[in-house]
């Protein structure tokens, strides 16, 4: 395989392999530039009509233009074999940050205040990603996180027509589901682990399944455990389903107390208990702006005080009395954002 050239893609080494088919590091012999080179499966393109579907939404997904979802070249076929081609990205997934010991915890949440702005994006879009999880979030050499693998994503049809999607898992109690990108209500689709209790049972589902599987990141991020394992593959969906996570702060003593807070409504059971997508934006702003500072990042948390402000969310109502803001106070970047909003 390592001789083969597909369309201009010049295949150079295997990279891996999911759920749709492998993925290989290309040459683009027309552009010079490396690749990301998914073949898919044979019986992942032998229905016309589920091919079709997805190359629709991948082409939805390929129209997006931000710095913190991998771009998709191209979707194509040469031979007999369908192919996608998308931005090479050299670098770490998040999974093998969150687990190294000296990965520190502020630099994991910058990484996932860029995935945050990166849904923010997509869902504006109407693209649910679906399959939001640590080995699907790429960081590069400089430190920007890439969301790839749309892939099994969900256009966002109006709620008349929307459906859920995907397949049953696999035979065997693995964590990772084989998944398509389009099935039947009813069905399961996405990683145990990272799921929403509406993925998890086969429901439809919205932007606010992402926001479950941001949460659950967090979560890792912050306990390097995940917030719901079981002894089984079901017993793992039975707590996605009606379990609560365990306490952070049970877990890791040092991290800030309100990341408990943030977690818990990114998990609640009821989508409608959880941050909602409002003028395109993911998670809040003000939300990151605690994050950072609680971890005593001042500048960092300016900066997402203004986003918030330029976002007029309405949390900064609070701004003054927030006990999470008190680190803040004393800093004279503080005086004028409490003038010009007004408090």
Not at 98 to 110: A, G, N, T
Not at 253 to 266: D, E, G, K, T
Not at 296 to 312: I, T
């Amino acid at each position: 395989m390592t001789q083969r050239t597909i369309s201009q893609y010049s295949i150079l080494k295997r990279l891996g392999a999911g759920g749709m088919g492998e993925v290989y590091l290309a040459q683009d012999t027309r552009l010079a530039r490396k690749v990301a080179l998914k073949l898919l499966l044979t019986e992942f393109v032998s229905n016309e009509d589920r091919l079709r579907r997805f190359v629709q939404e991948a082409k939805a997904t390929a129209a997006l233009r931000h710095p913190h979802i991998a771009h998709i070249y191209e979707v194509g076929e040469a031979d007999g074999t369908h192919f996608i081609a998308m931005e090479y990205i050299d670098g770490d997934t998040l999974t093998a940050k969150i687990r190294r010991d000296d990965s520190q915890l502020i630099k994991l949440l910058q990484h996932l205040s860029q995935v945050a702005e990166g849904l923010a994006k997509a869902h504006a879009a109407g693209i649910v990603h679906r399959d939001l999880k640590p080995d699907n979030i790429m960081i590069t050499r400089d430190g920007y996180a890439k969301i790839l693998d749309f892939g099994i994503v969900k256009l966002v049809l109006p709620p008349s027509s929307n459906t859920a999607t995907g397949e049953e898992p696999a035979e065997g109690e693995t964590a990772s589901l084989s998944v398509q990108p389009l099935s039947t209500p009813g069905t399961v689709l996405g990683t145990v682990g990272y799921m929403s209790p509406e993925q998890a049972q086969g429901t439809i589902v919205d932007q606010r399944s992402d926001i479950v599987s941001f949460g659950c990141i967090l979560f890792e991020a912050a306990t390097r455990r995940r917030a719901f394992e079981g002894d089984s593959f079901v017993d793992t969906l039975h707590k996605i389903i009606y379990a609560a996570a365990p306490s952070i702060n049970d877990l890791n003593p040092s991290a800030p107390a309100y990341l408990q807070r943030i977690v818990r409504r990114c998990l609640a059971k009821d989508p409608e208990k959880r941050y909602q997508t409002i003028r395109g934006r993911y998670v809040p702003a003000y939300v990151f702006a605690l994050i950072y500072s609680g971890l005593d990042n001042k500048d960092q948390a300016f900066q997402w005080l203004e986003k918030s402000y330029q976002a007029r969310e309405a949390s900064l109502c609070f701004l003054k009395i927030d006990p999470q803001m008190k680190t803040l106070r004393s800093d004279p970047r503080f005086s004028d954002l409490v003038h010009r909003i007004g408090l």
